[in-house]
T-cell receptor, first 111, second 117 residues
Framework: RKEVEQDPGPFNVPEGATVAFNCTYS??????FFWYRQDCRKEPKLLMS???SGNEDGRFTAQLNRASQYISLLIRDSKLSDSATYLC????????????FGTGTSLTVIP | GAVVSQHPSRVICKSGTSVKIECRSL??????MFWYRQFPKQSLMLMAT?????????EQGVEKDKFLINHASLTLSTLTVTSAHPEDSSFYIC?????????????FGQGTRLTVV
């Protein structure tokens, strides 16, 4: 079983739509959770960390459910510039503090 | 913000030659750095964890004799792809997590696009 699993999509949504991505992780001892954004042929960049209480940054809301071992990302009022691949990242259960990535979910926002 | 510099950004080499990729943390120390590989339309796959002053830890299925990792200082890790073959062509990305702080993000280099011909 993969450490982190995501629905690869693709998600094609119109501008202004709300879209949600989910991600599950296998190890209950995982400590840190993040959503990264990767544009085509570029390195991943941090979108937001995910905290136990849930957190919001503008149009983006991240939530963590430790009991069910899943993480979600909600994007409201989608913009064309939101088109990218969104990577769920989980960290910390092994020595060495590795970061493990989900397969990524592809989002295309359509005019 | 913290910066990780990766060099070169793009390299084309002949089959059978070796290629070295450098990853530097510019404004923080990183005892641990990570090397990933990404094939087209796939996610990043962790290849190995680079530990300063000790041997790297390789993920299952990654040949340690082919992908040599050296982490000689707290700010530099190198990945050498030895005897490269066309199937090694990929996007290689390093990342580093600052030693200070907990639950901090990882910062990524710009990536190296390797093409073996």
């Amino acid at each position: 079983r993969k450490e982190v699993e995501q629905d690869p999509g693709p998600f094609n949504v119109p501008e202004g739509a709300t879209v949600a991505f989910n991600c599950t992780y296998s190890n209950s001892a995982s400590q840190s959770f993040f959503w990264y954004r990767q544009d085509c042929r570029k390195e991943p960049k941090l979108l937001m960390s995910v905290y136990s209480s849930g957190n919001e940054d503008g149009r983006f809301t991240a939530q963590l459910n430790r009991a069910s071992q899943y993480i979600s990302l909600l994007i409201r009022d989608s913009k064309l510039s939101d088109s990218a691949t969104y990577l769920c990242v989980v960290n910390g259960w092994n020595t060495g503090n590795q970061f493990y990535f989900g397969t990524g979910t592809s989002l295309t926002v359509i005019p | 913000g913290a910066v990780v510099s990766q060099h070169p950004s793009r390299v084309i080499c002949k089959s059978g030659t070796s290629v070295k990729i450098e990853c530097r943390s510019l404004d923080f120390q990183a005892t641990t750095m990570f090397w990933y590989r990404q094939f087209p339309k796939q996610s990043l796959m962790l290849m190995a964890t680079s530990n300063e002053g000790s041997k790297a830890t390789y993920e299952q299925g990654v040949e340690k004799d082919k992908f040599l990792i050296n982490h000689a200082s707290l700010t530099l890790s190198t990945l050498t792809v030895t005897s490269a073959h066309p199937e090694d062509s990929s996007f290689y990305i390093c990342s580093a997590k600052p030693d200070r702080g907990v639950n901090t993000e990882a910062f990524f280099g710009q990536g190296t696009r390797l093409t073996v011909v």
